[in-house]
């Protein structure tokens, strides 16, 4: 992003010409489908002209069908008729948004499922939700997909003789960047350090041709972008002394469940399976030395001392989670990407450039003897069974406390005969105990020492 040297002249058509632009851009929501290549299982050639896949992706919102003018699409009657649209890369979805022809026919679309995935065969890209409806009195709905990611977009209607016809379909990013943001179309206008950005279409403070150089890049008003390579989106800023700075946007890079599927990566570790098959749930709370803990995928962050992965600054580094696709380079989460002795992360001291994190601890030794502090003792092993002086009650009893916390319901709390564990998130290990007065306590178990960062 260095100085363009740019005539007197060319500076004047520039600068005429963005003046002419500038307005011309959508300043909330971003419909990455507008003007897409859309598809459709077949189509009618009826009255109004053919209804082609296009006509929902043509940026004419129009309802109603005027004879002679197609403006919605219209496959055949047909068993399962589909509509897709290529989005030309993936994206992470916020909702789609479904305008209906109110001329005639609104029934036709009940019920409907969306399907966002990777595959351009709809039916095999996982569902958005259920069956949905729209009702028919109501010419538009907007269905969540939020946390769905894939680069096709599709319809289905399921069962014999439907007829598929949508007037207008506009799909709706997440307000976050994917990889290096070259996809982001969000409204952030700020910088990281807070300075306010320059719009795109103007030339002051700092001169510049992006908007020129990068056509499809979407340089709307002053939002931060990414059209030429830069490690996340950026823009030019209103004061003079500084040029461009990156803009504070998190990252919505796309992670893969074991099972293939993908999940939003906020959804790590956060108690619940998006994936179906849990693996978004494990390695949360500890690393494994058998692989120097580049398993690991929890949340530690060296106590909010790391740089982003996907920032240069303020160290300049080649561990992105383009180098490293596999090794869960999520926002700026302790991670090891390249073998160290155990999981790290550049800091966000500029004095210092990476640190190992004393916050994560290995799975492989944990204790049991004493709790540590910052997991609450949820990875404490020990045999204490004693909540003061009342004995424990085994787990998986429900005698003389009828209770939620079983080894089946918390697989991997270590809930074994009757010893102190933290399946919920108490402060300490607890236990039920076998006094039928006293419903549960908290054990003498003593913390373990504080430990140095390496």
Known sequence: MGNSSTTGTALALVWGLCCCLSGAFATTDFN??????????????????????????????????????????HTQ?????????????????????????????????????????????????????????????????????????????????????????????????????????????????????????????????????????????????????????????WCFTEDPSVRFELCEVPVCALSVCDNGALFHPFGRCDGRDDCGDNSDEKNCDCSYLHDKGASYRGRGNQQHFCQYWTSQYPHAHNHTPEAYPSAGLERKYCRNPDGKDRPWCYTNNATIRWMYCDDVFACDELPTSCFFTNDKGRTYTGHINRAGDRLCQRWDSQSPHSHPHTPHAHPDAGLEENFCRNPDNKDRPWCYTTDGTETWGYCDVTECPERCAA
């Not at 002209?49 to 296009?54: I, N, Q, T």
Request: hydrophobic share 30%.
């Open 77 to 233: 009657e047909e068993t399962d008729p589909s509509w897709w649209v290529d989005l030309g890369r993936s994206y992470m979805i916020d909702r789609v948004v479904i305008f209906n022809r109110m001329d005639c026919c609104s029934e036709r679309l009940n019920p409907f499922n969306i399907h966002i995935g990777d595959s351009d065969q709809v039916s095999e890209n996982p569902r958005c939700g259920g069956d949905h409806q729209i009702l028919v009195t109501k010419p538009t709905v907007s269905i969540q997909c939020r946390w769905m990611a894939g680069r096709y977009v599709g319809f289905r209607l399921t069962g014999p003789s439907r007829i598929l016809t949508l007037c207008e379909v506009q799909v709706i990013t997440e307000p976050c960047q994917v990889g290096d943001g070259a996809s982001y179309r969000g409204t952030v206008s700020v910088t990281r350090t807070g300075k306010t950005c320059q719009r795109w279409d103007r030339l002051f403070p700092h001169v510049h041709s992006k908007l020129f150089e990068h056509p499809s890049s979407e340089l709307e008003e002053n939002y931060c972008r990414n059209p030429d390579g830069e490690p996340g989106v």
């Open 32 to 73: 990455v489908a507008l003007g897409k290549t859309a598809f459709q299982t077949s189509t009618l050639n009826g009255m109004h002209g053919p209804g082609v896949a296009s006509l929902a992706v043509d940026g004419i919102t129009n309802i109603y069908m005027n004879y002679g003018t197609a403006t919605c699409t």
